[in-house]
């Protein structure tokens, strides 16, 4: 299975201050043009929601403070202003291969 | 609007089976594959495998102990998972791959989630 290891696991900011996660897979995540990552924020008691998608496309609705670069094994999840709605704990996901499989998640909370 | 709905036993005790259904409304349910996921209380996600008409995929961590199956005329899919344990202990997801089939994946569209105890 490929591995993902996210970093870091707890993630204080304050905000109106930017915020960056990163994201490391076993393997490269980069076939036929294609970046096989996407990240999810699951905000407390709530299910998990997309925010980008194959690597660096928005979901419909996110806030384009939000972005998602990089490719290979090599990932980040950049948000260029914190707001209190983006607490919660984030994901990142790889579907190069079956089985899926999730990063650990980074807790972002509000200073 | 798409909405996915768990349904099922929220207890279930050791060595028996697990069943839950997700019924979806409001899109075309044919053209998707549908995936379910779990989530042990406290900790992260874990994909258990996905249904495409009678294409299925699952993780291989669960053993053969799982089986999704499909009703197309009811919008609907499920899930079995035998000899449950402890460990199954977890709030288990249905979702919606809103990617192109057989090229891309990604979750757009997720249940809220159906907590589920394994417990004598």
């Known amino acids: 299975d490929i591995v993902m290891t996210q970093s870091p696991v707890s993630l204080p900011v304050n905000p109106g201050e930017p915020a960056s996660i990163s994201c490391r897979s076993s393997q490269s995540l980069h076939i036929n043009g294609y970046k096989k990552l996407d990240w999810y924020l699951q905000k407390p008691g709530q299910s998990p929601q997309l925010l980008i998608y194959l690597g660096s496309n928005r979901a419909s609705g996110v806030p384009d403070r939000f972005s998602g670069s990089g490719s290979g094994t090599d990932f980040i999840l950049k948000i260029s202003r914190v707001e209190a709605e983006d607490v919660g704990v984030y994901y990142c996901m790889q579907t190069q291969e079956a089985p899926y499989t999730f990063g650990q998640g980074t807790n972002l909370e509000i200073k | 609007q798409v909405q996915l709905q768990e349904s099922g036993p929220g207890l279930v005790k050791p060595s028996e089976t697990l069943s839950l259904t997700c019924s979806v409304s409001?899109?075309?349910?044919?053209?998707?594959?549908w995936n379910w996921l779990r989530q042990p209380p406290g900790k992260g996600l874990e994909w258990i495998g996905h249904?495409?008409?009678?294409?299925?995929n699952y993780n291989a961590s669960l053993r053969s102990r799982a089986t999704l199956s499909v009703d197309t005329s009811q919008s609907r899919f499920s899930l079995k998972l035998t000899s449950v344990t402890a460990a199954d202990t977890a709030v288990y997801y249905c979702?919606?791959?809103?990617?192109?089939?057989?090229?891309?994946?990604?979750?757009?569209?997720w249940g809220q989630g159906a907590l589920v105890t394994v417990s004598s």
């Open positions: 409001g899109d075309s349910f044919s053209s998707y594959v």
């Open positions: 979702a919606r791959d809103g990617g192109q089939v057989g090229t891309t994946t990604y979750f757009d569209y």
């Open positions: 249904i495409y008409h009678s294409n299925i």
